[in-house]
């Protein structure tokens, strides 16, 4: 069971705007930054965002985050086929004094 | 660039001991904190724990009293030594770095499963 609380699936048709919602609490989410993971079928998950809203070198503006008290988001813009994967949110818990994730969101691009 | 590449058996026995090693390809290991992370099959990634390059290590308390994460500064390897193994342990193992509180690179990951 997942410290942070995502919703399991979304999805949306090529070119629509999708937003994926992260829920934690005081010790993490309330107090840290979120970090956004794309992971692709097979493969490790890769840094989307961070800080909240920064993007890696390489990451699409498509992709944004954002963040409210104890909640997260991320955000897709202009859906692409090649954007079916898992996404999960992440941040450093206080309590544990380590990282903790969602459950992770499948999203489909119908 | 910074590479990680897990290695170690994809294959151990309830009640057997799991042993892994990640070998980073880097600049330098330290100020950084080097981790695991394990994903069971179909389902969310779990932190195990860290070692930060002085040695000091930090566990998820769901696994600290089963869990050892150590440090070879001078092969740049850490390894995670995980005791009493069930099927529940069956996952794919991550090794990953830390830096500034996310963690920005991984391994490609290794599956480790637990079955006699």
């Known amino acids: 069971q997942s410290v942070l609380t995502q919703p399991p699936s979304a999805s949306g048709t090529p070119g629509q705007r999708v937003t994926i919602s992260c829920s934690g609490s005081?010790?993490?989410?309330?107090?840290?930054?979120v970090d956004w993971y794309q992971q692709l079928p097979g493969a490790a998950p890769k840094l989307l965002i961070y800080?909240?809203?920064q993007r890696p070198s390489g990451v699409p503006d498509r992709f944004s985050g954002s963040k409210s008290g104890s909640s997260a988001s991320l955000a897709i813009s202009g859906l692409r086929s090649d954007d079916e994967a898992d996404y999960y949110c992440?941040?450093?818990?206080?309590?544990?004094?380590?990282?903790?994730f969602g459950e992770g969101t499948k999203l489909t691009v119908l | 660039q910074v590479q990680l590449q897990e290695s170690g058996p994809g294959l151990v026995k309830p009640s057997e001991t799991l042993s892994l090693t990640c070998t980073v390809s880097?600049?330098?290991?330290?100020?950084?904190?080097w981790t695991w992370i394990r994903q069971p099959p179909g389902k969310a990634l779990e932190w195990i724990g860290y070692?930060?390059?002085?040695?000091?290590?930090t566990y998820n308390p769901s696994l600290k009293s089963r869990v050892t994460v150590s440090l070879d500064r001078s092969k740049k390897q850490f390894s995670l030594t995980l005791n009493s193994v069930t099927a529940a342990d069956t996952a794919v193992y991550y090794c990953?770095?830390?830096?500034?509180?996310?963690?920005?690179?991984w391994g490609q990951g290794t599956l480790v499963t637990v079955s006699s």
């Open positions: 880097a600049d330098s290991i330290s100020s950084y904190f």
């Open positions: 800080k909240n809203n």
């Open positions: 990953a770095r830390i830096f500034n509180y996310r963690i920005d690179y």
């Open positions: 070692i930060y390059y002085s040695g000091r290590t």
């Open positions: 992440a941040t450093w818990d206080d309590r544990l004094s380590g990282p903790v």
């Open positions: 005081s010790s993490n989410i309330g107090t840290n930054y």
